[in-house]
């Protein structure tokens, strides 16, 4: 069975920093590709960032990219997402997604795993 739990969640004021976890069990970072998506209250869940499998390659938003980085720790089987400089406009439910296969796909429609998701809220 496989299982996706995110932690690390919470509030921050614009300009911190947080790093969200996501313990897997059930499925291996060998065959899956992970990733990491928001969803704020009335709009789509939509990708933030992602790593094929195997970890060689990795995808990031626009809207992230250069402060955010998504990492695998194959020894703890964790998929991590440090974000740094956070925007009020960051704040959404933060969910972790895994789809067996090569590829990071942009559509969440094609992951298999999802987990339950972790608050972030942004204060300016």
């Known amino acids: 069975q496989v299982q996706l739990v995110e932690s690390g969640g919470g509030l921050v004021q614009a300009g911190d920093s947080l790093r969200l976890s996501c313990a897997v069990s059930?499925?291996?970072?060998?065959?899956?590709?992970m990733a990491w998506f928001r969803q704020a209250p009335g709009k789509e869940r939509e990708i933030v960032a992602g790593?094929?499998?195997?970890?060689?390659?990795?995808y990031y938003s626009d809207s992230v990219k250069g402060r955010f980085t998504i990492s695998v720790d194959n020894a703890k089987n964790t998929v991590s997402l440090q974000m740094n400089s956070l925007k009020p406009e960051d704040t959404a439910v933060y969910y972790c997604?895994?789809?067996?296969?090569?590829?990071?796909?942009?559509?969440?429609?094609?992951?298999?795993?999802w987990g339950q998701g972790t608050q972030v809220t942004v204060s300016s």
């Open positions: 059930g499925l291996t970072f060998s065959t899956n590709s």
């Open positions: 997604g895994g789809r067996r296969g090569f590829g990071v796909d942009v559509s969440p429609n094609l992951y298999d795993h």
């Open positions: 790593i094929t499998r195997g970890g060689g390659s990795t």
